[in-house]
T-cell receptor, first 116, second 115 residues
Framework: AQKVTQAQTEISVVEKEDVTLDCVYE???????LFWYKQPPSGELVFLIR??????QNEISGRYSWNFQKSTSSFNFTITASQVVDSAVYFC?????????????FGTGTRLKVLA | SAVISQKPSRDICQRGTSLTIQCQVD?????MFWYRQQPGQSLTLIAT?????????ESGFVIDKFPISRPNLTFSTLTVSNMSPEDSSIYLC????????????FGPGTRLTVL
């Protein structure tokens, strides 16, 4: 069955610290997509990254980086030199190509608090 | 990505009433979705809004409670009917632009409080 687990409910760090948000997924599909979204206190969901199952290259975008490892079914997200503006709830999501429905399965989210 | 707007952004409603939420996109999209996010929880898909036909509802959601319309490729509405305090949530619409991408983009959400 498809499932996304974000075991970290809440993380607090001091500004400028690095922080990694964990995401572990379960799927029987060979073709699937993984996503990260940010939800700041205002409530909107901001798209951060999409990764397909055939592309295990890690990605870096500014202070953000993502580590995709199929061997451990993980898609972890690291923020380097965290800032107060990074405070938000971060969601990991999975979409399976074979379902044909394009539905997302969301994790329960990790609340990140960056303290000044 | 295109601009997605939702109206209203927030509302406080009385038990037993209904509220219609609008989702407008500034370009045509292939698919539109409606999600519910209860306080402190993750997102749960309510239904896929199909253009010109009945929406496809997820388990636990029914058309009588959450009627959805999608008259064209840029607009959809979700109605929350006969509301109770348990319906207090953020309701978000999302869009998927084309078959070549699986990415969904979300509207700003509607914060609903039912008294």
């Amino acid at each position: 069955a498809q499932k996304v687990t974000q075991a970290q409910t809440e993380i607090s760090v001091v500004e400028k610290e690095d922080v990694t948000l964990d995401c572990v997924y379960e799927t029987r599909d060979t073709t699937y997509y993984l996503f990260w979204y940010k939800q700041p206190p205002s409530g909107e969901l901001v798209f951060l990254i999409r990764r397909n199952s055939f592309d295990e290259q890690n990605e870096i975008s500014g202070r953000y980086s993502w580590n995709f490892q199929k061997s451990t079914s993980s898609f972890n997200f690291t923020i380097t030199a965290s800032q107060v503006v990074d405070s938000a709830v971060y969601f990991c999501a999975l979409s399976e190509a074979s379902s044909g429905t394009y539905k997302y399965i969301f994790g329960t989210g990790t609340r990140l608090k960056v303290l000044a | 990505s295109a601009v997605i707007s939702q109206k209203p952004s927030r509302d406080i409603c009385q038990r037993g009433t209904s509220l219609t939420i609008q989702c407008q996109v500034d370009s045509q999209v292939t698919m539109m979705f409606w999600y519910r996010q209860q306080p402190g929880q993750s997102l749960t898909l309510i239904a896929t809004a199909n253009q010109g036909s009945e929406a496809t509802y997820e388990s636990g959601f029914v058309i009588d409670k959450f009627p959805i319309s999608r008259p064209n490729l840029t607009f959809s509405t979700l109605t929350v009917s006969n509301m109770s305090p348990e319906d207090s949530s953020i309701y978000l619409c999302s869009v998927r632009y084309g078959l070549e991408t699986d990415t969904q983009y979300f509207g700003p959400g509607t914060r609903l409080t039912v008294l």
